[in-house]
């Protein structure tokens, strides 16, 4: 069973890596502590018990921070520039949660501001370079697990495409593709396939490379496959995943181009939306909108203004915009948004929006890229038209042209839709057909996935997509 433990130990480091990070930033805390009592406070030294609850507390909150700003994302492409952007970015946030709620609320636990400068910079200086050594140099190596492809047509074309990229790959190594007969021909570099004889030699082959896990992907499996040699390398600890399960697990998103009905039947997870259909859910997204309400009413007052001097007095239009959209089981309602285009902006109908398009006001343009234009929605939550977290609701001029085209489509609104959601965390902003079929596979993912805990991320990590543009 070696190498069921080499196939896990991606998943341990990633636990080593968040352990390390604790140890570095509770390590950063008690230096502060050390120093505050040191120079800046000798006649009244901190007990060494708070101390401790501090160093727990800062760290935990650090990491709090840093998760809503990206920096535990196992995709984030950065330069270490924009890393160290994130690490100050993530110790101000941390400074200010602290400062203005934590050390409000519990004002015992507050050491000063000299512990939480030193501690802030000690971080910073540590996380920095932790991270430019772990994450930016060939030890990440040592955690990936070695794959084999089998198959190499149009179905294992598909793990080429969407593996394509280093940053795609930090928990695997691709040895390579074996074609398999009854593959249809495709156009996988010769250099990265393995050629040899699966259906006598495919265990021998995975000991002598040391395989951790084997991929099936190949297009016609029938009477196809090596099946003595698959259960062999499954009872020695070797992993065997089929391709839709393999991409789920690597890229947060289900191939909706692979699935067939009894997957989706017999597959575990989609069900899981039933549970959320509770009075608990509803009040969840009741309390989360009236505390929102009452944090950003300065915003929405000031939005409303600047909307109206635009161009709202001259023209009369309303600085809100009603448009109908799918919800929940394919009930149309009309979500509620600051207005951020022209007021004759479909006057030739409906159309995608892009990202630069020439309907959008100048106001329209700031407010849509910090996600301000959606403060109105939390009206929409108030009524339970929406949740906070879900696939984003769709036009329903749209919804029928790509439920022709796209598989599986109508299955996102098996979920309440919501303000922010899986796609928009993982998949830039797009307004096309092929877009809205990239979305899909992330809605799918999450319906399948849903839980409270994923929620929460997904509210956190909502942060990212307002500092740093992701998405819309």
Same mark, same amino acid.
């Given at each position: 069973?070696?190498?069921?433990?080499?196939?896990?130990?991606?998943?341990?480091?990633?636990?080593?890596?968040?352990?390390?990070?604790?140890?570095?930033l509770?390590?950063?805390s008690?230096?502060?502590?050390?120093?505050?009592?040191?120079?800046?406070?000798?006649?009244?030294?901190?007990?060494?018990?708070?101390?401790?609850i501090?160093?727990?507390?800062?760290?935990a909150?650090?990491?709090?921070?840093?998760?809503?700003?990206?920096?535990?994302?196992?995709?984030? *492409?950065?330069?270490?520039?924009g890393?160290? %952007? @994130?690490? $100050?970015?993530?110790?101000? +946030?941390?400074? =200010?949660?602290?400062?203005?709620?934590v050390?409000?609320?519990?004002?015992?636990?507050?050491?000063?501001?000299?512990?939480?400068?030193?501690?802030?910079?000690?971080s910073?200086?540590?996380?920095?370079?932790?991270r430019?050594?772990?994450?930016?140099?060939?030890?990440?190596?040592?955690?990936?697990?070695?794959?084999?492809?089998l198959?190499?047509?149009?179905?294992?074309?598909?793990?080429? *495409?969407r593996?394509?990229?280093?940053?795609? %790959? @930090?928990? $695997?190594?691709?040895?390579? +593709?074996?074609? =398999?007969?009854?593959?249809k021909?495709?156009?996988?570099?010769?250099?990265?396939?393995m050629?040899?004889?699966?259906?006598?030699?495919?265990?021998?082959?995975?000991?002598?490379?040391?395989?951790?896990?084997?991929?099936?992907a190949?297009?016609?499996r029938?009477?196809?496959?090596?099946?003595?040699?698959?259960?062999?390398?499954?009872?020695r600890?070797?992993?065997?995943?089929?391709?839709?399960?393999?991409?789920?697990?690597?890229?947060?998103?289900?191939a909706?181009?692979?699935?067939?009905p009894?997957?989706v039947?017999?597959?575990?997870?989609?069900d899981?939306?039933?549970?959320f259909?509770?009075?608990?859910?509803?009040?969840?997204?009741?309390?989360?909108?009236l505390?929102?309400l009452?944090v950003?009413w300065?915003?929405?007052?000031?939005?409303m203004?600047?909307?109206?001097?635009?161009?709202?007095?001259?023209?009369g239009?309303?600085v809100?915009?009603?448009q109908?959209r799918?919800?929940?089981?394919?009930?149309?309602?009309?979500i509620?948004?600051?207005?951020?285009?022209?007021?004759d902006?479909e006057?030739?109908?409906?159309?995608?929006?892009?990202?630069?398009?020439?309907r959008?006001?100048?106001?329209?343009?700031?407010?849509?890229?910090?996600?301000?234009?959606?403060?109105?929605q939390?009206?929409?939550?108030?009524?339970?038209?929406?949740?906070?977290v879900?696939p984003r609701?769709?036009?329903?001029?749209?919804?029928d042209?790509?439920a022709?085209?796209?598989?599986?489509?109508?299955?996102?609104?098996?979920v309440?839709?919501g303000?922010?959601?899986?796609?928009?965390l993982?998949?830039?902003?797009g307004?096309?057909?092929?877009d809205?079929?990239e979305?899909?596979?992330?809605?799918?993912?999450?319906?399948?996935h849903?839980?409270?805990?994923?929620?929460?991320?997904?509210l956190?990590?909502?942060v990212?997509i307002?500092l740093f543009?992701k998405?819309?």
């Open positions: 069973m070696a190498k069921a433990n080499r196939y896990g130990q991606n998943t341990i480091a990633d636990k080593l890596f968040l352990i390390a990070e604790l140890t570095l509770i390590l950063a008690l230096l502060a502590s050390y120093l505050s009592n040191l120079y800046y406070a000798p006649s009244t030294p901190i007990d060494i018990n708070y101390q401790l501090n160093a727990i507390l800062f760290a909150s650090v990491m709090l921070c840093a998760l809503s700003v990206g920096l535990y994302d196992q995709k984030l *492409r950065e330069s270490h520039k890393i160290i %952007k @994130r690490v $100050i970015i993530t110790l101000v +946030f941390n400074a =200010i949660l602290l400062e203005l709620i050390f409000q609320l519990f004002s015992f636990l507050n050491l000063g501001f000299s512990y939480l400068f030193i501690a802030s910079l000690f910073a200086i540590l996380l920095s370079s932790f430019a050594l772990f994450h930016y140099s060939d030890i990440t190596r040592i955690r990936r697990r070695r794959v084999l492809v198959g190499a047509g149009e179905r294992a074309l598909i793990i080429e *495409r593996m394509r990229r280093n940053v795609d %790959k @930090r928990s $695997i190594d691709i040895v390579g +593709f074996t074609p =398999i007969e009854g593959d021909e495709s156009v996988i570099d010769s250099k990265k396939l050629p040899f004889n699966y259906a006598t030699d495919l265990y021998q082959f995975v000991v002598e490379n040391d395989i951790h896990q084997l991929v099936i190949c297009d016609e029938r009477n196809m496959l090596p099946v003595e040699h698959l259960f062999k390398c499954k009872t600890g070797i992993d065997v995943i089929e391709i839709l399960d393999f991409i789920e697990q690597e890229t947060g998103q289900i909706v181009n692979l699935i067939y009894s997957w039947i017999y597959g575990n997870g989609l899981l939306n039933h549970r259909k509770t009075n608990l859910d509803y009040k969840l997204n009741l309390i989360l909108a505390l929102l009452l950003t300065p915003i929405i007052l000031i939005t203004l600047l909307i109206y001097l635009e161009d709202g007095r001259k023209t239009a309303s809100f915009y009603k109908l799918v919800g929940y089981d394919g009930k149309p309602f009309y509620l948004k600051f207005r951020s285009m022209k007021p902006a006057k030739n109908g409906a159309r995608w929006a892009s990202a630069d398009d020439d959008v006001t100048r106001v329209g343009r700031f407010i849509r890229k910090y996600r301000i234009d959606e403060l109105p939390l009206l929409n939550v108030l009524y339970g038209e929406m949740g906070f879900g609701p769709e036009r329903p001029e749209f919804v042209e790509l022709k085209d796209i598989p599986y489509y109508n299955q996102r609104h098996n309440k839709p303000l922010t959601g899986w796609a928009q993982k998949y830039p902003y307004a096309t057909a092929e809205a079929q979305k899909l596979k992330f809605d799918l993912y999450y319906i399948k849903r839980s409270l805990l994923l929620d929460l991320i997904i956190v990590r909502t990212e307002v543009g998405g819309r």
